[in-house]
């Protein structure tokens, strides 16, 4: 029996998807501090114009530059395993497919954006990159893509992190880029911290003020910053997950799929495989699509619809998005990816419009899924990639139930020996669930209570 399904370098996608262009109602536009929709040349300082272009196009196929596939083909097309190990002990109908983004080498789905970043920035004569990583996937993500491209990189870590991840920084620095604990003494915002809190374990908020301080404030214009999820270019750079899944699913025979599944913390992964899926969901084709949260960060299943900045400095433009709001602390819970107040406004868009059937799963049940996952099928996933199985595990036992023979699908997002921690925490039985209580979600939603009103346009078909 066929259980892998590989495809070659010529049958590689050559372009990337836009949903932006086939989404029944429109998006709402970026807006400035003034309330205005921002202009490109707002943005100019912080991005090179050639992913500005991208970040705003509405066109449905953007070409992707022979060197960005070469630099792509060092780990893609990325295999399309068929679970049949997990599908075995669970003793269900339900044929489960993943697609395996953990081959990359620095293990994620990330690369996928970073290279391609990457490559327009060097096209656009930048020499230098910015950027903050939480848990670390990023910033090797993005030292790796600079690294390739010859571009410096500059990384500001999360304190708290830098000091309990040390091999995360580690590649960094294997890959050439710098990478320094936030907040640092070499940004203002950085400074202003530590003078009021000297021993903070730092935030995700506080390591984006630094990097796209640190990219706007040098001199010399060479220097840009890059972001890994959220934005509508990144998403784009993900859809050759789904488009190649599209591809090896009709290799190995399967004429449709019935539940497409990914985890979403910005929303990139699940967007790259779920994207091109949503475009025949559109046109009318009968598939269940579900992003899934952490119950500690419920952004899609709690938050509003609503303008949010992207960051807790309010450097970022407003975004329309469900949003937690941005002062949100979320729970120290160990998918430090699934931590993010915010989700990319082209997932909100399509979860306004009800094309998506978001999904909160506890830690405790998404550890032990992630547990039996790794005993059948072998591989130890990353801690956000555990709520993608715990749901498609979900959806298997449903079929069962059902006696239904359904297809389903999910993107094993990254692989976790760089997040063993977690697992020695629930292996020792210490992880608790943290479902984010009602009192502290209105607190926190007090932040955007000023903030333009975002309308929930939909045609209501779904
Ligand atoms: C960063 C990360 C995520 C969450 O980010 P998205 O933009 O929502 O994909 C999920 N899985 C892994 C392995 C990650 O590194």
Redesign the pocket.
């Known amino acids: 029996m066929q259980v892998k399904v590989f495809l070659n370098e010529d049958e590689f996608p050559k372009q990337w998807y836009n949903l932006a262009a086939d989404l029944p109602s429109p998006m709402l536009p970026p807006l400035g501090p003034d309330g205005n929709p921002i202009t490109p040349d707002m943005l100019a300082p912080v991005f090179p114009m050639n992913l500005i272009e991208q970040e705003l196009s509405q066109e449905r196929w953007i070409d992707i530059p022979e060197e960005i596939k070469a630099l792509l083909y060092r780990w893609r097309p990325t295999p399309l395993h068929r679970a049949i190990h997990l599908e075995k002990a669970l003793g269900t109908p339900a044929k489960i497919y993943y697609k395996n983004e953990s081959v990359s080498p620095p293990g994620?789905?990330?690369p996928n954006t970073a290279v391609a970043q990457a490559w327009y920035n060097k096209q656009f004569g930048i020499e230098k990159l910015t950027t903050e990583t939480g848990a670390g996937?990023?910033g090797s993500a993005l030292a790796f893509a600079c690294a390739l491209v010859g571009l410096e990189c500059k990384v500001f870590m999360v304190r708290i992190s830098f000091d309990q991840k040390p091999f995360r920084k580690a590649m960094m620095q294997a890959w050439g880029a710098t990478c320094i604990a936030s907040p640092s003494n070499q940004t203002q915002a950085g400074q202003d911290i530590l003078k009021r809190i000297p021993d903070t374990p730092g935030s995700l908020g506080i390591a984006i003020s630094e990097a796209v301080e640190a990219a706007v404030s040098d001199k010399t214009g060479k220097t840009r910053y890059a972001l890994?999820?959220v934005l509508n270019h990144v998403m784009l750079h993900q859809t050759i997950i789904g488009l190649e899944a599209k591809k090896q699913l009709k290799k190995i025979g399967e004429k449709k799929v019935d539940v497409i599944i990914g985890?979403?913390?910005?929303?990139?992964?699940?967007a790259g495989l779920a994207f091109p899926f949503v475009a025949d969901k559109i046109s009318g084709k009968d598939i269940t699509i579900i992003p899934v949260e952490p119950t500690s960060c419920p952004t899609m299943t709690r938050a509003p619809f609503a303008y949010d900045h992207g960051d807790t400095a309010k450097m970022t433009p407003l975004l329309p998005m469900h949003s937690l709001g941005h002062n949100f602390i979320p729970p120290p819970i160990h998918a430090g990816?699934?931590r993010y107040h915010g989700m990319a406004p082209l997932v909100s868009q399509a979860i306004v419009e009800g094309l998506l059937t978001p999904q909160a799963l506890h830690q405790t049940e998404c550890y032990a899924a992630a547990l039996l996952f790794a005993k059948t099928e072998g591989i130890i996933c990353?801690p956000?990639?555990s709520h993608a199985i715990a749901a498609t595990i979900q959806e298997a036992q449903k079929a069962k139930e059902e006696g239904k023979k359904k297809v389903i699908l999910f993107n094993l997002?990254?692989h976790g020996l760089m997040d063993l921690t977690g697992y020695d925490n629930y292996l020792a039985g210490k992880l608790i669930d943290y479902p984010l209580p009602e009192e502290d979600l209105q607190k926190s939603l007090e932040s955007i209570k000023d903030l333009p009103q975002a309308p929930a346009n939909k045609t209501g078909k779904w």
């Open positions: 994620s789905h990330k996937q990023w890994g999820s985890c979403a913390g910005g929303g990139s992964n699940f990816g699934l990353a956000e990639t997002s990254g």
